[in-house]
């Protein structure tokens, strides 16, 4: 009983001579639980049934009940163990357990690495909501805009995604988007230059493999895609493959599996996809017009990869690591290429700055906690981060590659957040613009965000 074996039973028996001790194993022999969810009592009996039938080891048992208690949706878990009937070692769990309460989750935040042409200052506001139709569906809502120092709007950027849970394994996702980009940092004409894009996305994911610490999963999906161009509102031919009615439809498929998972000190999240091309989303002049460009959305096709390593160094310092990278076999539409920028991590750069059919990119950061005390911390990041980018066309191949280092000042106070810190690019003599007139451009990057 001192181990953990509470209902097991030692027997001293006095025959056959010289005797000997039975040991009758007590188990588990019926499970109960209960819940206002029904979903989740569901869901938690599926994962608590292989106690049925098993010893009844207390220390195990917590175990069990300590997985349950990190599913998400799970409140407060309360229960008894009694015997079953006049058996001592028969044992009945019964457990009641209530649903955490799901709120709505968000950030907002203004930072100055926006777009070029549409301004240097970023304000984004995210908001979640998971359980919102029913459990372990979720809710994202997107929403960004960027303007410049006049201050003049530049874009628009709204996006909705719902997962709806097909079953425990199963889940589909479906997300909409659509952006407005005006040229606010040009002059005379082409100031009135803008672009809208329309995009929607139908994905089905499945896990493959959960255990305590690691998680995969694979994915499949289909996207499609409108490109507009405007000149004081009027159609103009800017959009590449457009032709002369300035619009373009198109869309690809994209597949791949997901890992994350953690060991001690290391956590990692990663995927590897593939993008093909779909020809059909195209009209026939359209078809026409990217052939002269030597895209074949038929023939467009990419592998590529992405992976994140946080490494807990010790209490007070991490190390982020960060790689990402395509491989185009063919030459692709602008909605399947590869951009580098603020938007997959090199901080000190605009959100995308340069893009190909194909490229690499790599960023480090070494998160040093210098100050703590009660809700307030202060850290001192080092960063440096470099990408390239790499397009065949006519057998002409067009290269480029861009990086950025500095350091930031990080201090927390609650919900909120605010990054200062140095930053300066490099290999960025083919990519001279009026970024480099901004407060970026002369080394200085600030980010606000506020936490609910």
Same mark, same amino acid.
């Given at each position: 009983?001192?181990?953990?074996?509470?209902?097991?039973?030692?027997?001293?028996?006095?025959?056959?001579?010289?005797?000997?001790?039975?040991?009758?194993?007590?188990?588990?022999?019926?499970?109960?639980?209960?819940?206002?969810?029904?979903?989740?009592?569901?869901?938690?009996?599926?994962?608590?049934?292989?106690?049925?039938?098993?010893?009844?080891?207390?220390?195990?048992?917590?175990?069990?009940?300590?997985?349950?208690?990190?599913?998400?949706?799970?409140?407060?878990?309360?229960?008894?163990?009694?015997?079953?009937?006049?058996?001592?070692?028969?044992?009945?769990?019964?457990?009641?357990?209530?649903?955490?309460?799901?709120?709505?989750?968000?950030?907002?935040?203004?930072?100055?690495?926006?777009?070029?042409?549409?301004?240097?200052?970023?304000?984004?506001?995210?908001?979640?909501?998971?359980?919102?139709?029913?459990?372990?569906?979720?809710?994202?809502?997107?929403?960004?805009?960027?303007?410049?120092?006049?201050?003049?709007?530049?874009?628009?950027?709204?996006?909705?995604?719902?997962?709806?849970?097909?079953?425990?394994?199963?889940?589909?996702?479906?997300?909409?988007?659509?952006?407005?980009?005006?040229?606010?940092?040009?002059?005379?004409?082409?100031?009135?230059?803008?672009?809208?894009?329309?995009?929607?996305?139908?994905?089905?994911?499945?896990?493959?493999?959960?255990?305590?610490?690691?998680?995969?999963?694979?994915?499949?999906?289909?996207?499609?895609?409108?490109?507009?161009?405007?000149?004081?509102?009027?159609?103009?031919?800017?959009?590449?493959?457009?032709?002369?009615?300035?619009?373009?439809?198109?869309?690809?498929?994209?597949?791949?599996?997901?890992?994350?998972?953690?060991?001690?000190?290391?956590?990692?999240?990663?995927?590897?996809?593939?993008?093909?091309?779909?020809?059909?989303?195209?009209?026939?002049?359209?078809?026409?017009?990217?052939?002269?460009?030597?895209?074949?959305?038929?023939?467009?096709?990419?592998?590529?990869?992405?992976?994140?390593?946080?490494?807990?160094?010790?209490?007070?310092?991490?190390?982020?690591?960060?790689?990402?990278?395509?491989?185009?076999?063919?030459?692709?539409?602008?909605?399947?290429?590869?951009? *580098? =920028? #603020?938007?997959?991590? +090199?901080?000190?750069?605009?959100?995308?700055?340069?893009?190909?059919?194909? %490229? &690499? $990119?790599?960023?480090?950061?070494?998160?040093?906690?210098?100050?703590?005390?009660?809700?307030?911390?202060?850290?001192?990041?080092?960063?440096?981060?470099?990408?390239?980018?790499?397009?065949?066309?006519?057998?002409?191949?067009?290269?480029?590659? *861009? =990086? #950025?280092?500095?350091? +930031?000042?990080?201090?927390?106070?609650?919900?909120?957040?605010?990054?200062? %810190? &140095? $930053?300066?690019?490099?290999?960025?003599?083919?990519?001279?613009?009026?970024?480099?007139?901004?407060?970026?451009?002369?080394?200085?990057?600030?980010?606000?965000?506020?936490?609910?």
């Amino acid at each position: 009983m001192r181990d953990g074996y509470v209902n097991s039973r030692v027997f001293t028996l006095a025959t056959p001579s010289p005797g000997a001790l039975e040991v009758v194993e007590g188990r588990i022999a019926e499970l109960r639980i209960k819940s206002p969810d029904l979903g989740l009592q569901k869901e938690i009996k599926k994962r608590l049934n292989s106690l049925i039938g098993s010893v009844l080891h207390l220390p195990s048992l917590e175990k069990a009940l300590v997985n349950v208690r990190s599913m998400p949706g799970v409140g407060q878990i309360t229960g008894n163990l009694g015997r079953l009937g006049s058996d001592a070692t028969q044992a009945k769990l019964s457990l009641t357990v209530d649903p955490a309460p799901t709120p709505w989750l968000g950030e907002v935040s203004i930072r100055n690495d926006g777009n070029i042409g549409t301004g240097e200052w970023r304000s984004i506001a995210t908001v979640m909501k998971n359980n919102l139709v029913k459990r372990n569906d979720n809710f994202l809502a997107y929403f960004e805009m960027n303007s410049d120092s006049d201050p003049e709007l530049g874009a628009t950027i709204t996006s909705t995604s719902y997962t709806w849970p097909l079953s425990d394994n199963w889940r589909l996702i479906g997300s909409f988007g659509h952006s407005r980009r005006q040229l606010v940092e040009a002059s005379d004409d082409a100031h009135e230059i803008s672009f809208r894009q329309l995009q929607a996305m139908g994905q089905v994911e499945t896990t493959l493999y959960r255990s305590t610490n690691q998680l995969w999963s694979a994915f499949a999906g289909i996207s499609g895609n409108r490109n507009d161009s405007y000149l004081a509102g009027d159609s103009i031919p800017l959009v590449l493959g457009g032709g002369p009615d300035g619009w373009l439809r198109s869309g690809y498929l994209r597949g791949g599996i997901n890992f994350s998972g953690s060991i001690k000190d290391l956590a990692w999240n990663s995927n590897i996809y593939g993008l093909q091309g779909i020809a059909g989303f195209s009209t026939e002049s359209q078809l026409k017009e990217l052939a002269w460009f030597g895209i074949n959305p038929g023939e467009a096709r990419a592998i590529g990869g992405l992976a994140n390593l946080h490494w807990s160094l010790s209490p007070n310092v991490m190390l982020k690591l960060r790689g990402a990278g395509q491989w185009a076999f063919n030459h692709l539409p602008s909605d399947m290429g590869f951009s *580098i =920028g #603020s938007d997959v991590g +090199l901080r000190g750069l605009p959100g995308s700055l340069i893009s190909g059919d194909s %490229g &690499w $990119v790599g960023v480090s950061e070494l998160i040093m906690t210098a100050w703590r005390k009660d809700d307030q911390a202060l850290q001192i990041v080092p960063f440096i981060g470099m990408g390239g980018v790499r397009t065949d066309f006519n057998d002409i191949v067009f290269e480029d590659t *861009i =990086g #950025s280092g500095g350091i +930031l000042t990080r201090y927390y106070k609650g919900s909120w957040m605010l990054e200062l %810190g &140095w $930053v300066n690019s490099f290999e960025s003599a083919d990519n001279q613009g009026i970024w480099q007139e901004w407060l970026l451009g002369d080394g200085l990057y600030a980010h606000l965000k506020y936490r609910f």
